[in-house]
């Protein structure tokens, strides 16, 4: 029996991983707020290593985050009520309700989702029904994973439990497309509740899709809400690792060290937006260095291991003849503590506290803690840098703290003095995530003249993709009036 709620609940399957359905649901939340509903995304479970910190101090994917700009609201917690880090090894972080539990075994997030899973996901959607007139619900790779179905909880848990009006999306560029569809459908529990299906990225003319359309119509209970074409060169933030597995641009201004465990992959995202190009580096390569007039060591979910990378593979060694020569090279989170003197941290198996020594770029000591620390703020270019700084929202997630600093503060922000500027004006450390965003900054480290807004323009990203989508579809099929 289907659980009673007050808002309509509209859900986005997809065939596999990648067949679009957080775009698909970004630009749904987008259509149902211009049409005047009171719209707010959800996703039970995510699994992604970019995350953000919301102004209610809750840890969610930093793609249920874009899906709630796009809605025109503030996002929080109950939005997304568990978030997965995975750090390898068999182990992940487990985060509910916006707070981490910890690292975890994968038996031990699944025993955990067992017992409690349930019960956070219900309460998660009983208080969004009671704020919001619609829940725009994006569901997990897929709901026909058969060998998993009694652990499914952000597909096959919502579908017995809710019966949503449910649309299903498969990417054409996988191939087989109907053969997807259909055997999904067929699959999936409840699939009285998939009402309709969407295909993706088509290139050409769609018309050639109709005949298998009309069959799989008739084979179903789903209709064809539309053929989405095939977008190019789409600039909004990537939901997991797959969107960022390859470097945007060849041969570019800007170097990303892609340490093994690298995680907030999602910092790059200003830089093709504001038509800065950039590669990654994971392994010794003195002429690729060369070309790069910024270095970016981003956040890590193991500082050791990825420093001890950059020792052995000899990338230490040419950030370090890059930093004698003025180059520009910055480090966020895990990066600026790998560009500092000394990480201080406990080792769990010997049981006793050691000091890891930093590249010493910065003058900077760091102590793991026990808490993570999650904090979103307002932040700025320091008055030593320069007079008048535009102000924009960040946000920290880490848990080594800062024990030392005598380097030059970096930023100014609503709760005093942060990060790090070597003397010489070139090594540049920040524990705040979006520091990018923030044109000021980039323009001082770039040499840039740009004085556009990242959020706007993203909002103008949101706004052209979205468009693309819903136009592709026939919305009237949803049947959904505002009252």
């Given at each position: 029996?289907?659980?009673?709620?007050?808002?309509?609940?509209?859900?986005?399957?997809?065939?596999?991983?990648?067949?679009?359905?957080?775009?698909?649901?970004?630009?749904?939340?987008?259509?149902?707020?211009?049409?005047?509903?009171?719209?707010?995304?959800?996703?039970?479970?995510?699994?992604?290593?970019?995350?953000?910190?919301?102004?209610?101090?809750?840890?969610?994917?930093?793609?249920?985050?874009?899906?709630?700009?796009?809605?025109?609201?503030?996002?929080?917690?109950?939005?997304?009520?568990?978030?997965?880090?995975?750090?390898?090894?068999?182990?992940?972080?487990?985060?509910?309700?916006?707070?981490?539990?910890?690292?975890?075994?994968?038996?031990?997030?699944?025993?955990?989702?067992?017992?409690?899973?349930?019960?956070?996901?219900?309460?998660?959607?009983?208080?969004?029904?009671?704020?919001?007139?619609?829940?725009?619900?994006?569901?997990?790779?897929?709901?026909?994973?058969?060998?998993?179905?009694?652990?499914?909880?952000?597909?096959?848990?919502?579908?017995?439990?809710?019966?949503?009006?449910?649309?299903?999306?498969?990417?054409?560029?996988?191939?087989?497309?109907?053969?997807?569809?259909?055997?999904?459908?067929?699959?999936?529990?409840?699939?009285?509740?998939?009402?309709?299906?969407?295909?993706?990225?088509?290139?050409?003319?769609?018309?050639?899709?109709?005949?298998?359309?009309?069959?799989?119509?008739?084979?179903?209970?789903?209709?064809?809400?539309?053929?989405?074409?095939?977008?190019?060169?789409?600039?909004?933030?990537?939901?997991?690792?797959?969107?960022?597995?390859?470097?945007?641009?060849?041969?570019?201004?800007?170097?990303?060290?892609?340490?093994?465990?690298?995680?907030?992959?999602?910092?790059?995202?200003?830089?093709?937006?504001?038509?800065?190009?950039?590669?990654?580096?994971?392994?010794?390569?003195?002429?690729?260095?060369?070309?790069?007039?910024?270095?970016?060591?981003?956040?890590?979910?193991?500082?050791?291991?990825?420093?001890?990378?950059?020792?052995?593979?000899?990338?230490?060694?040419?950030?370090?003849?890059?930093?004698?020569?003025?180059?520009?090279?910055?480090?966020?989170?895990?990066?600026?503590?790998?560009?500092?003197?000394?990480?201080?941290?406990?080792?769990?198996?010997?049981?006793?506290?050691?000091?890891?020594?930093?590249?010493?770029?910065?003058?900077?000591?760091?102590?793991?803690?026990?808490?993570?620390?999650?904090?979103?703020?307002?932040?700025?270019?320091?008055?030593?840098?320069?007079?008048?700084?535009?102000?924009?929202?960040?946000?920290?997630?880490?848990?080594?703290?800062?024990?030392?600093?005598?380097?030059?503060?970096?930023?100014?922000?609503?709760?005093?003095?942060?990060?790090?500027m070597n003397h010489s004006g070139n090594i540049f450390g920040t524990n705040i995530h979006g520091c990018l965003e923030n044109t000021d900054f980039l323009n001082f480290i770039m040499g840039t003249d740009i004085q556009k807004s990242y959020a706007k323009e993203l909002d103008r990203e949101i706004k052209r993709i979205s468009t693309i989508i819903i136009e592709s579809m026939e919305i009237s099929k949803l049947n959904l009036k505002a009252s």
């Amino acid at each position: 029996m289907a659980m009673t709620l007050t808002a309509r609940l509209v859900m986005v399957l997809g065939t596999a991983s990648g067949s679009g359905k957080s775009t698909i649901a970004m630009a749904l939340c987008r259509m149902f707020s211009e049409q005047g509903f009171r719209v707010s995304p959800f996703k039970a479970i995510n699994i992604s290593l970019n995350s953000i910190v919301t102004r209610d101090g809750s840890e969610i994917a930093r793609a249920q985050w874009l899906q709630a700009l796009a809605a025109g609201i503030m996002p929080e917690g109950r939005m997304n009520p568990y978030l997965i880090k995975y750090e390898g090894r068999c182990k992940g972080q487990l985060i509910e309700n916006g707070k981490s539990l910890g690292s975890m075994t994968y038996k031990q997030i699944s025993g955990h989702l067992d017992l409690h899973g349930k019960e956070q996901i219900r309460s998660a959607i009983d208080y969004l029904s009671r704020h919001f007139d619609v829940i725009v619900i994006e569901g997990s790779g897929s709901p026909a994973e058969i060998n998993r179905e009694s652990e499914d909880y952000a597909n096959t848990f919502i579908l017995n439990e809710y019966f949503p009006e449910a649309i299903i999306a498969s990417d054409i560029e996988f191939g087989g497309v109907f053969a997807a569809l259909y055997g999904t459908y067929l699959l999936t529990e409840n699939n009285d509740s998939i009402k309709w299906f969407v295909i993706n990225r088509m290139r050409g003319n769609p018309s050639v899709l109709r005949k298998g359309s009309d069959i799989l119509e008739n084979l179903t209970n789903m209709k064809l809400l539309g053929v989405i074409p095939r977008i190019e060169n789409i600039l909004l933030p990537g939901e997991d690792g797959n969107d960022y597995a390859k470097s945007r641009y060849f041969g570019s201004d800007v170097c990303i060290i892609r340490y093994p465990m690298m995680e907030n992959l999602s910092e790059v995202d200003p830089l093709p937006v504001f038509g800065i190009n950039y590669f990654y580096l994971d392994r010794a390569n003195d002429s690729l260095i060369k070309s790069a007039r910024l270095i970016i060591l981003p956040g890590s979910k193991d500082v050791p291991e990825d420093l001890k990378f950059l020792k052995e593979s000899g990338i230490e060694k040419l950030i370090q003849e890059r930093a004698k020569i003025g180059v520009k090279i910055l480090g966020i989170c895990g990066g600026y503590q790998i560009l500092g003197k000394e990480i201080s941290l406990k080792d769990t198996r010997r049981k006793e506290e050691i000091a890891l020594e930093g590249l010493g770029l910065l003058e900077t000591k760091f102590a793991y803690s026990t808490e993570k620390k999650l904090e979103n703020l307002i932040f700025g270019l320091t008055s030593e840098i320069k007079d008048k700084s535009t102000k924009t929202e960040g946000y920290e997630i880490h848990y080594g703290d800062v024990v030392e600093n005598s380097d030059t503060p970096l930023f100014e922000t609503s709760r005093g003095k942060e990060g790090s500027m070597n003397h010489s004006g070139n090594i540049f450390g920040t524990n705040i995530h979006g520091c990018l965003e923030n044109t000021d900054f980039l323009n001082f480290i770039m040499g840039t003249d740009i004085q556009k807004s990242y959020a706007k323009e993203l909002d103008r990203e949101i706004k052209r993709i979205s468009t693309i989508i819903i136009e592709s579809m026939e919305i009237s099929k949803l049947n959904l009036k505002a009252s």
